[in-house]
C-alpha cells in the first residue's frame, strides 16, 4: 500500500526493509527468549542508523537507554529501542527527553521537542504522558504516533488503543482500533486547538514491529482486520461514526 506523505520523505517508512533493521532486530530479539527485562544490564538498543546522541554525547549500538535521558537523531538517521514495557522508533532530526518514573527502567513522560516519534506502551495502572509544545497525550496502554512540527503544530494519531488528549482548554478522549488521527494548533482559539486529520507519515508495519518487540500485538493483528484508512480510527462496521475532535469534546 503507497503511503500518504506530509513533510516526509518515503525513506523514513522503509526503514523496516533495510538490512541493518533486519540483521539487527533478528539479533536483538534473540538475545531477549522471556522478553525486554530477561536480560537487565544488556543494551535495549535494537537497531540505529546513522548518528544519535544520548546526553549530548554520541550513541553506541552498545549504550543502555534509561529513563532520564536526552535523545537527538541527526540526518537521516533512525533510532528504535526498548525501555521497560515500551518501545520506541525515533525518525530522523528527533529531540526527545525521557522522564523517569519509578526507576530507570520505567518511563514517566516523553517530551518530544521537535520530530517524529513511533511508540507502543503496555497497559499500566497510571497513565504515561506524551508531550509536545502543542499537546499532551495521557496514554494507559496504545500504540500512537506523534509529530512535533517546526511551525508549532502537533500531528498525532492513536493508532489503536484509548488515551486522553489536551491541546490549551481543548479536551477529548480517543478510543480507537485503527489510527485516528487530529492536528493539534496552537494558534487557534483556546478551545478549538484539536481537529481532525488523516493517517499519514507512519505504517501499520512499524507499530507491528514495535509490539513484536514486547511480544504484544496491535488491536487489528488481534481482531484479524483492519479498518478504514481515513483517521476516525474505526474498523468497517463503524465507519460512519463520526471523529471525535468533530463531535465530541471533554471540557
Not at 507519515?201 to 514486547?214: K, Q, Y
Request: charged share 25%; aromatic share 6%.
Amino acid at each position: 500500500m503507497s503511503h500518504l506523505l506530509d513533510g516526509r520523505s518515503a525513506t523514513e517508512l522503509q526503514w523496516l526493509t533495510r538490512r541493518e533493521t533486519l540483521v539487527g532486530a533478528a539479533a536483538w530479539l534473540a538475545g531477549w527468549p522471556a522478553g525486554p527485562l530477561a536480560a537487565p544490564g544488556r543494551s535495549n538498543i535494537v537497531t540505529l542508523i546513522g548518528e544519535a546522541l544520548l546526553n549530548g554525547e554520541r550513541l553506541r549500538r552498545g549504550d543502555f537507554i534509561q529513563a532520564g535521558d536526552r535523545l537527538e537523531t541527526g540526518d537521516a538517521s533512525m533510532l528504535v529501542f526498548t525501555l521497560g514495557d515500551a518501545a520506541f522508533h525515533l525518525r530522523q532530526r528527533t529531540r526527545l527527553t525521557l522522564d523517569r518514573g519509578r526507576s530507570v527502567h520505567l518511563v514517566s513522560a516523553l517530551r518530544l521537542l521537535t520530530g517524529g516519534l513511533v511508540s507502543v506502551w503496555g497497559r499500566r495502572e497510571t497513565a504515561r504522558l506524551v508531550q509536545t509544545p502543542a499537546l499532551t497525550i495521557g496514554i494507559r496502554g496504545t500504540g500512537v504516533y506523534t509529530e512535533a512540527r517546526e511551525d508549532g503544530r502537533t500531528y498525532f494519531c492513536n493508532c489503536y488503543g484509548r488515551v486522553e488528549l489536551k491541546a490549551g482548554a481543548t479536551r477529548l478522549l480517543s478510543q480507537s482500533d485503527y489510527h485516528q488521527a487530529v492536528w493539534a494548533e496552537p494558534g487557534q482559539p483556546a478551545g478549538q486547538r484539536l481537529r481532525p486529520a488523516g493517517m499519514i507519515n507512519h505504517t501499520d508495519e512499524e507499530l507491528e514491529f514495535l509490539a513484536g518487540l514486547l511480544r504484544l500485538r496491535t488491536r487489528w493483528q488481534e481482531l484479524g482486520r483492519k479498518g478504514v484508512r481515513d483517521g476516525r480510527g474505526y474498523m468497517p462496521e463503524q465507519a460512519e461514526q463520526p471523529h471525535p475532535a468533530a463531535s465530541r469534546r471533554l471540557d
